[in-house]
């Protein structure tokens, strides 16, 4: 088993209920492309078409929409281990969001109609999608509840548990964005939590 192979091995054994044969792994990893991408570079972009689907192998990617106004609103940050797609934030045949590379990142790009394939011939990876979306949805829904229910503070303090070096990852405008605050509000709540320490 090759080093690939062994790494969606792991992300696949995150989700399997049912066993996934070595040959299943290998079948899955010919079907990828190895693509690297530079801090800042779109990985997809709103009105972009197509479904594709992203192992994320290492760095971090940011999903972020532009509002009427062209602000930047970062709606979440994925880190290494994640799978992200394109195919379920499509309305209208086109990708309603960005995401982009907030670091040097490695993934692996997979044409999703292909793995819908191989999903037809092997339905026990349909045991793996639904997990990947079961995921999706509870950090859709946990986000929301925090958008809801929690302070700026809060927020921040949760994005800092789940990825405890943001701040050395992204630009804080980025966190800021994420939080819901501006970059000023962002400074005083990071300013009061180290003299609180």
Known sequence: MSEFEATIRAMIDRY????????????????????????????????????????????LVRKFYLDSHGNDLTHFFMQEG???????????????????????C??????????????????????????????????????????INQTATERYIALKRMIPDIDQRVS???????VGITPVSLSRIRRTLREEV
């Open 16 to 59: 399997k209920k049912t066993p996934i044969s070595d040959e299943t792994i290998a079948r899955i990893a010919a079907l990828g492309t190895q693509v690297n991408v530079q801090p800042g570079e779109l990985i997809v972009a709103s009105g972009d078409q197509g479904s594709k689907l992203y192992f994320l192998i290492e760095g």
């Open 82 to 104: 994640k799978i992200f797609g394109t195919h379920n934030i499509v309305y209208g045949g086109q990708v309603m969001c960005n995401f982009e590379a907030a670091e040097p």
């Open 106 to 147: 490695t993934m692996v790009c997979f044409d999703y109609l292909k793995i819908q394939e191989l999903m037809i011939e092997e339905p026990n990876l349909t045991w793996i999608y639904i997990g990947l979306l079961e995921e999706t949805l509870r950090l859709k829904l946990i986000r929301e509840t925090a958008l």
């Open 172 to 178: 804080h405008t980025h966190i800021a964005s994420y």
